[in-house]
């Protein structure tokens, strides 16, 4: 009876503490849109949201718990779209025409 | 046969070994499809950082209560989700059905109600065209973004249910066990797909609110 009570928490406890950090954050991020942090405002956001990813990619998408070839996989994702931006800005952030 | 025999598929030794290599083979399909989404938010970055000013007039206009909805019902879906695929792996079969038949009425909604923002908006004429209201002309390349990303992440939205109601169905009657491998793919791609909401929510709905 306890160790099914225990496996029945196992399904949503965890799981459950991560959506509501979810909630939270994204109702930190939706306030402070409204707040005149003039470009700080687009800082602000998108920090919060790379936050929710953390969150999201560790504890729902379980890769704490993952093996090192599948976080390496999944980094490299992460990984190319860092050089993908850094190119392109590197290119236009120093035009000066 | 136990259940968990008939989960087993060769070459895997164990369950826990063949879920890993699930795992990793949707991690290389999404490390492919962040490059996907990686290309629109790139160009949308470099138009926004010329254009300051009219990506805050033409944020302003988003349906913020219809995009607020939406990422509520996306990060509830998240959560269904994975007490389906801990329900799944744990064999209990119930609760698996149930939080993976949440999901799918939760992918619905999500899309119901993007339906809906998407009257809103044609209503108010937002599609760059020669209707189209707000100036200066580079609201218009705003408004040409949220329609792009918000429909190709609706087209990917369209077949995470599907593929859903598919492993749902088949799950049901029986067809596969729910111990195997199918829901860790199943859960991954459908957390990607949220992760690509949570995203643009900033992007498409937050710009010029202050």
Not at chain 2, 103 to 127: M, N, P, Q, W
Request: proline letters at 4%; charged letters at 10%; glycine letters at 8%.
């Amino acid at each position: 009876m306890t160790n099914g009570r225990q496996d029945r928490r196992y399904l949503w406890l965890g799981p459950g503490a991560a959506w509501l950090i979810l909630l939270m954050l994204f109702a930190v991020s939706l306030g402070s849109a409204y707040l005149p942090l003039g470009a700080g405002n687009l800082a602000v956001n998108l920090g919060i949201a790379a936050v929710m990813l953390a969150v999201l990619a560790a504890v729902l998408m379980d890769l704490r718990n993952s093996v090192a070839l599948v976080r390496i996989v999944a980094a490299a994702g992460l990984f190319w779209i860092i050089i993908m931006f850094a190119l392109t800005f590197s290119d236009f952030l120093t035009r000066h025409y | 046969m136990s259940d968990t025999a008939g989960a087993l598929q060769h070459p895997w030794p164990d369950l826990r070994m063949q879920r890993a290599g699930v795992g990793l083979g949707m991690w290389m399909f999404l490390a492919s499809e962040v490059l996907f989404f990686g290309g629109l938010m790139v160009s949308y970055a470099v138009y926004r950082s010329f254009n300051e000013d009219a990506f805050r007039i033409a944020g302003a206009h988003a349906q913020i209560v219809y995009g607020s909805i939406n990422t509520v019902i996306l990060l509830t879906s998240s959560f269904t989700m994975t007490v389906a695929l801990r329900a799944a792996t744990a064999n209990v079969r119930q609760a698996t059905l149930l939080f993976l038949g949440i999901t799918a009425a939760l992918g619905i909604a999500f899309l119901v109600c993007k339906g809906l923002e998407y009257r809103e908006d044609l209503k108010e004429h937002l599609f760059p065209g020669p209707q189209f209201p707000l100036s200066p002309p580079a609201t218009a390349m705003f408004w040409g973004f949220y329609w792009a990303m918000t429909g190709i992440h609706a087209v990917h939205l369209t077949a995470g249910i599907a593929v859903v109601l598919v492993v749902w169905t088949l799950f049901k009657r029986r067809v596969i066990p729910v111990q195997g491998s199918t829901m860790e793919g199943v859960a991954i791609y459908w957390h990607f797909v949220d992760s690509v909401w949570i995203v643009l929510f900033p992007l498409l709905y937050l710009a010029g609110r202050s």
